[in-house]
């Protein structure tokens, strides 16, 4: 895939797709072929770091003790702290409601035994405890957290769970199609890395708008995704009494 079928998609996403009086955003879907993401070793689970903000800015909670509370309140949308944890234990209401309302959650490296007793069971299910993977675990010293809430504000998670498929915004329709380009083509490369059969792995490629129809990305240029029509029930009634 080269940057001009990714142009040619985006412009004729932008052109099937009807104006909103909201921001729309453009969403990436890759299918993938010969590998079973419930295997374990098979599963794709990546984050990666874009050049342009994809969506809104995520929301970010830190789970730290005092030696980082300051720096964790500078660079976050909340902090939780150590002497807050039995609050929250053995409390389902209150777990749900922190799970769902941020997207990150940075823990303090020497203070993951307790966040994983305390927030495991709630955070564990809904993928929300604090990745490695995204640089969400960090050393009780550390300059500066700001750096680390500007990169998740930039990163996308790329993950397979039941199906062959992974799913992601890639922008907001206000970003110019070169931008919009360049965060598809990141994913795409990292992507294809991740995978055992890199390029052979992946099926086909889709982009639309939140509210527009798929386009395909292909070296023949982009293909508009027909919907098919389903049948209306009282069509079928009425064929069989014409019958009769």
Do not use: W
């Not at 009807?18 to 295997?39: A, G």
């Not at 675990?137 to 700001?146: A, G, M």
């Not at 380009?181 to 055992?196: F, K, R, S, T």
Request: with cysteine; hydrophobic share 35%.
């Amino acid at each position: 895939m080269n940057q001009k079928e990714v142009l040619d998609s985006i412009k004729k996403v932008r052109e099937i797709t009807k104006p909103r009086k909201f921001s729309q955003t453009f969403d990436l879907i890759i299918n993938l072929q010969q590998i079973n993401p419930k295997k374990a070793e098979e599963k794709i689970d990546i984050f990666i770091p874009l050049k342009h903000l994809k969506s809104k800015k995520p929301k970010i909670c830190g789970l730290v003790d005092k030696e980082l509370e300051t720096k964790s309140k500078d660079a976050f949308d909340e902090t939780i702290i150590k002497d807050d944890f039995p609050r929250y234990k053995g409390n389902k209401k209150l777990l749900r409601k922190l799970a769902l309302s941020y997207d990150y959650f940075v823990a303090q490296a020497n203070l993951m035994g307790e966040i994983a007793t305390v927030f495991g069971k709630t955070f564990g299910p809904k993928g929300k405890m604090p990745n490695p993977k995204a640089g969400c675990i960090v050393p009780p010293v550390i300059p500066d957290l700001k750096p680390l809430a500007k990169r998740l504000a930039l990163t996308t998670r790329l993950q397979t769970k039941e199906e062959s498929v992974v799913k992601t915004a890639i922008g907001k329709d206000i970003l110019k199609d070169e931008e919009i380009a360049e965060n598809l083509l990141i994913i795409h490369n990292a992507l294809v890395h991740a995978l055992p059969q890199e390029e052979q792995n992946i099926k086909s490629i889709y982009l639309k708008l939140t509210m527009g129809q798929l386009i395909e990305i292909t070296p023949e240029g982009p293909k508009v995704k027909e919907i098919k029509e389903k049948p209306k029930k009282n069509a079928s009634k009425s064929s069989k009494q014409e019958k009769g």
